[in-house]
């Protein structure tokens, strides 16, 4: 299995537009490497690929990933792409890629009625993108060769549909993982995830690969910065610190490990930093833009 990491950040990317945080400006000065927003490709056989999370930088990863460049006058290896939430970093590139090339769209059912009660959305044409409604737990091709099932996780609905009141820890269609195996290996993908269950413990039993909801460091890390007013909770993600952390939580899952999602405020950016070092002596990666993975 072949994956490539699109975009390594959360939402608003690094820099974001509007931040100037320490990490923004070292990545608009160069300093520090920027990354998009969170998506990645996977194929199971280098000719079909396949997107999970269309985000708002889709145009540009797919511009800097030869594997998805047109292979004809038009055309493209893209035989699908599935969202796993609603989320705007997720969704908002599908309107990219309006341009009347075939390809399946899967999502469970309330994901895709959250892009379905969009208009906007019916500009990717419903003629030539078809949209498959997957249920949770039911085995698929995302395409030929490559399995795929997706599992609920605990998140909330998107940030643009919260009403008064927030549950941030749903566990049903609104937020899901993914597992992938292409016969010889398996790989979870779980950009987002509130807290790690026990269930899900069990269920990463078997992953060769696991790319996980990086995030945030700690919970209150966008206020201490002053760059915003929720805590990681609150935007239904777990920290990558702390006893009920990911880097704890997931300490049993033999798996090679992998962040991405990563917000622009994370100590994990920097190479030289004590967080840094601390994930990766705990036998985890930090993604960024255009790492390849084969498993
Ligand atoms: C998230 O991951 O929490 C969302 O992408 C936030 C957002 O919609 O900006
Ligand atoms: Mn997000
Ligand atoms: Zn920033």
Known sequence: MHIIVLGAAAGGGLPQWNCGCANCNDARAGRLRPSGQ????????????????ASPDIRQQMLDTPALHPRGLRGSSVASVLVTNGDIDHIAGLLSLREQTPFSLFATGEIHAVLDGNRIF??????????????????????KGLEATLFAVPGKV????????????????????LRLSDGRSVAYYIPGCAYVPDDLLSRLADA???????????????IRSGTGVKTGRRMGHISISGPEGSIAR?????????????????????????????????????AQDGMEIMT
């Open 250 to 286: 997931l300490a049993t899952i033999p798996a090679r490990k992998t962040f991405v999602h990563i917000n622009n405020t994370n100590p994990v950016w920097r190479p030289g930093s004590g967080e840094r070092a601390h994930v990766e002596r705990h036998g985890w990666q930090v």
């Open 122 to 143: 019916d500009a990717v044409s419903h003629d030539k993108v078809t949209r498959q409604t997957v249920s949770l737990d039911m085995p698929f091709a995302l395409h």
């Open 208 to 222: 060769d690969h696991l790319l996980f909801d990086g995030t945030l460091w700690d919970d209150d890390e966008m």
């Open 38 to 53: 969170s998506s990645l490709a996977v194929s199971a056989d280098g000719e079909h690929w396949s997107i999970l999370n």
């Open 158 to 177: 998107p940030l643009f549909l919260e009403g008064e009141s927030v549950d941030t820890g749903l566990i049903g269609e609104q937020t899901v993982g």
